[in-house]
């Protein structure tokens, strides 16, 4: 069993940043395939990021390239999202994921391939 507790949500102007974590606990994210994804209101779950399990491999969704980054500490076994010049957009609840299993260099990009789930945290951006 993972268990993901994301935070560092809230209310942000907009080009402004925030900084989401999210701790894991049960496994050592160095030896899992993690993700971000976030739903709007109304609207479907939708990919943000995800690392491969070595680390080495990162997949962004094309419309967040260049503003999001994904980093994860091993030592604190915690994954970040480093969200830059945030637009009113990007408002969504963002949930931290995780796989029990995956290839080394293997990025996942849909959230029916992943098998733990934080229980989001929300960023909201003001216009």
């Known amino acids: 069993q993972v268990q993901l507790v994301e935070s560092g949500g809230g209310l942000v102007q907009a080009g402004g940043s925030l900084r989401l974590s999210c701790a894991a606990s049960g496994r050592t994210i160095s030896t899992i395939p993690m993700g971000w994804f976030r739903q709007a209101p109304g609207k479907e779950r939708e990919f943000v990021v995800a690392?491969?399990?070595?680390?080495?491999?990162?997949s962004y969704a094309d419309s967040l390239k260049g503003r999001f980054t994904i980093s994860r500490d091993n030592a604190k076994n915690t994954v970040y999202l480093q969200m830059n010049t945030l637009k009113a957009e990007d408002t969504a609840v963002y949930y931290c994921a995780a796989r029990n299993t995956g290839q080394p260099f293997t990025v996942y990009e849909r959230g029916d391939e992943y098998d733990y789930w934080g229980q989001g945290t929300q960023v909201t951006v003001s216009s």
């Open positions: 690392k491969s399990r070595s680390g080495a491999k990162t």
